[in-house]
């Protein structure tokens, strides 16, 4: 009777912690799901950014995926501009989200609970609203949550080098990072017979390259370009670099150090004339079509990167990158780059909590990994991955050498500000230097001109 009775207790414990164990999965479920009966989901509206750019485009469709995996109460409605709009690949769509966010901003209507607005947008726009710090009336500015700061790098935040873009804020995260590369045809490199610097290259080196393609085009038919400088300011951005080498520190301490510096960088480049670095022998459809067996150099943005793989991913292939030459002997205390917030949450977006959730969830040191992988680029995130992690390609060797030289800094230099300390937008006439149109002296004198007229 007592083995009968043992026998029944133990098979009602047994039934009982099942039960209980069913009971405590469910709760589980429910907790992780974030939902309950009286819980609806909602639905977060983001207008995405990088539509079309390959790897990060997938990048940010991964981010919205693993979103709401880990927020089953939230579904996020993903947007790009150029399916809203229908257009053709290739097709900026600057001017059509300049105008839609002037619309919303006079409006004060927002159907983004999270929204692209980087720092050209933003400048665009206060420009056209003849008013650049009304951002701060419409954004949130997350320098104001304590998860923030910790999120990116060390120092990042340290001065107004990446907020004094949005007036002051800090819209949302850096996760965008960009190096000033001199992209070498690994192609053409071969042809000449010659062993370029990835890193590390003087001017004396950079002369010997031109050297190179000049003879060479003096006894083929089948001509190389030696610089190509597609994109918009770009010989302007290499100019700066290798001023700042030339400085060798952060500021100059007096208005002779500066122009010193100036004349210097000027004095290096006239020394290419002679090799006629900017004679072009090709005919480019296109700011992102690549020739790559027709050119040595192209300078650019790393943001290129994403572009070739599509439209020429054998070409992008033999792309190597190469830091921007610096004076001989010397360097700059930071790189030619930047970091940009791309995302901004509207004040009065609908669902404003979860879009500062999501940002929060973009600024996470695994997004800042794939970011890094997929678009061969930097980021203002902190980021876990190691170099070995993000590879043993020229781009893993470039953003270790380039973080180990110039500790992290990318810096886009205000050459007027700077130097000459004057908000004037001066002519520095770098390429017509570098044409043998006016000599080195010439530009100096020129630009100590525009500084000194009223």
């Known amino acids: 009777m007592k083995m009968i009775k043992l026998l029944s207790s133990y098979c009602l414990y047994i039934i009982l912690f099942l039960l209980s164990g069913c009971q405590n999965k469910n709760n589980h479920v429910k907790n992780f799901s974030g939902e309950s009966a009286n819980n609806a989901k909602i639905t977060i509206k983001w207008l995405g950014q990088w539509y079309g750019e390959g790897k990060k485009e997938q990048l940010i469709r991964e981010t919205a995926r693993e ?22 690949a290739g097709v900026t769509a600057f001017y ?18 999270i929204m692209l607005c980087d720092v050209y947008l933003y400048k665009r726009i206060g420009q056209d609203l003849k008013d650049p710090g009304r951002g701060e009336e419409y954004f949130v500015d997350f320098l104001k949550q304590p998860w923030f700061i910790k999120a990116h790098k060390n ?3 340290d001065n107004d080098e990446y907020t004094k873009g949005f007036s002051g804020m800090a819209p949302g995260a850096y996760i965008e990072g960009v190096w000033d590369i001199l992209y070498l045809s690994a192609d053409v490199e071969k042809r000449l017979g010659i062993n370029v610097k990835r890193q590390d290259m003087n001017m004396s080196d950079f002369q010997s390259y031109a050297r190179a393609v000049y003879q060479y085009n003096n006894s083929h038919s089948d001509k190389i370009t030696f610089l190509q400088c597609p994109h918009e300011d770009d010989i302007d951005h290499m100019f700066n ?12 301490g007096s208005r002779e150090e500066a122009i010193g510096a100036i004349k210097q960088t000027y004095d290096a480049l006239e020394k290419l004339v002679p090799y006629k670095p900017l004679e072009s022998y090709v005919t480019l459809p296109g700011m992102l079509s690549l020739n790559q067996n027709k050119i040595l150099f192209i300078l650019f943005p790393s943001w290129i990167n994403t572009f070739w793989e599509k439209s020429n991913p054998e070409g992008e292939k033999v792309m190597h990158p190469c830091e921007i030459p610096s004076i001989d002997g010397k360097y700059a205390t930071n790189y030619s780059g930047t970091y940009n917030c791309t995302f901004v949450v509207p004040k009065n977006a ?38 070995g992690d993000f590879g043993t390609d020229e781009y893993a060797k470039f953003s270790q050498h380039i973080t180990k030289k110039y500790h992290d800094k990318l810096v886009t230099i205000d050459m007027p500000s700077l130097f000459l300390k004057t908000n004037k937008t001066l ?11 006016i000599s080195a002296n010439e530009a100096v004198n020129n630009l100590l001109r525009q500084v000194n007229n009223k």
């Not at 979103?67 to 053709?88: G, S």
């Not at 879009?355 to 997929?374: D, H, N, Q, R, V």
């Not at 770098?430 to 044409?435: A, G, I, Q, R, T």
């Open 67 to 88: 979103f709401t995996f880990l927020h089953q109460n939230i579904n996020i409605d993903l947007k790009f501009t150029p399916e809203i709009v229908k257009m053709n």
């Open 96 to 113: 059509y989200n300049r105008d839609m966010i002037l619309k919303m901003l006079k409006e004060n209507q927002w159907p983004y609970d």
């Open 155 to 157: 120092g990042l935040f």
């Open 241 to 252: 670099q290798i001023a700042m080498s030339a400085l060798g520190k952060d500021s100059p």
């Open 350 to 387: 609908k669902h404003r909590k979860e879009a500062e959730m999501l940002m929060e969830f973009i600024a996470s040191p695994e997004t800042a990994g794939k970011w890094t992988k997929y678009a061969k680029s930097p980021t203002g995130l902190k980021n876990r991955i190691s170099y």
């Open 427 to 437: 002519k520095f006439r770098v390429e017509d230097v570098l044409n043998g149109k």
